[in-house]
């Protein structure tokens, strides 16, 4: 079965991008985010010339895959360049962070499965062509939040969490954090609704037409998707990560 194969390889490349150093995660901490930019550009830059190189090759769409495993090797590779942290073996896990981590996996892997639901339904009701028509509608119509969104608000979130401890000042933070990301969320919402016929014609051709009143409507989706995100994190910062599970 071919989608079992596919399945299995993106779970393989998923896993390989646990070797990813940690000290990254420290990188953030410090707001130093210049180097993590730098490795995201080069990465996907040498991706896309790998994938749509063997694209034209082959024409097969294994040319995608190939093209994750390479982003997630040449992330890997500079991860170690940029940091001078080296992993090990070290079994001896604190109570307090083992536990705060196991809720966070629970919540994330909830949060997925609810986030999927959908393409379950639709694959479970109409065939193969209809599942792809609605999953490229979909991951269009939120690539607003993706794309531009999230990358430019994660800065903000580790700022964030150098406040935790004047209350005021942190909400207050978070309130502009939503207010500004609406600023931007709002407008390409109703603006995909209000032009997905022609977004659909000059983005992905006059083929994909039928997909445009799914563009229009799933479009919406970038609000609550975001929301949680963010108040999720405000709990996490505060220590209250049984909250944010709820």
């Known amino acids: 079965n071919e989608i079992a194969v596919v399945v299995i390889l993106v779970g393989l490349a998923s896993f390989l991008a646990s070797f990813r150093s940690i000290g990254l995660i420290e990188l953030e901490r410090k707001m130093s985010y210049a180097p993590i930019n730098k490795i995201q550009i080069t990465s996907k830059l040498i991706a896309t010339v790998f994938t749509l190189g063997i694209a034209y090759l082959y024409r097969s769409y294994a040319a995608l895959i190939v093209g994750t495993f390479i982003i997630e090797i040449v ?16 079994f001896q896990f604190d109570r307090e962070i083992f536990s705060f981590s196991s809720f966070l996996l629970l919540r994330n ?5 609810r986030s999927q639901i959908d393409i379950l339904l639709v694959g479970k009701r109409f065939d193969e062509a209809e599942l792809g028509r609605f999953s490229i509608a979909r991951q269009f119509a939120i690539m607003p939040q993706t794309e531009v969104v999230a990358p430019a608000v994660q800065p ?3 700022a964030l969490s150098r406040l ?14 939503l207010f500004l990301v609406f600023l931007f969320l709002f407008p390409s919402a109703f603006g995909l609704y209000a032009l997905s016929d022609s977004f659909v014609y000059v ?15 799933l479009s919406f989706l970038m609000i609550p998707f975001f929301m949680q995100t963010i108040i999720s994190i405000a709990y996490d910062n505060l220590g209250k990560v049984k909250v944010s599970f709820l």
Do not use: C, D, P
């Open 109 to 113: 892997i909830i949060s997925y499965s």
């Open 156 to 158: 903000a979130f580790s």
């Open 75 to 90: 992330t890997i590779v500079l991860s170690y360049r940029v940091h001078e942290w080296r992993f090990r073996l070290n």
């Open 164 to 177: 935790k401890h004047t209350h005021s000042l942190y909400l207050e933070k978070i309130y502009q954090s």
């Open 203 to 217: 983005v992905l051709g006059t083929k994909w037409m039928g997909v445009s009143s799914y563009i229009g409507i």
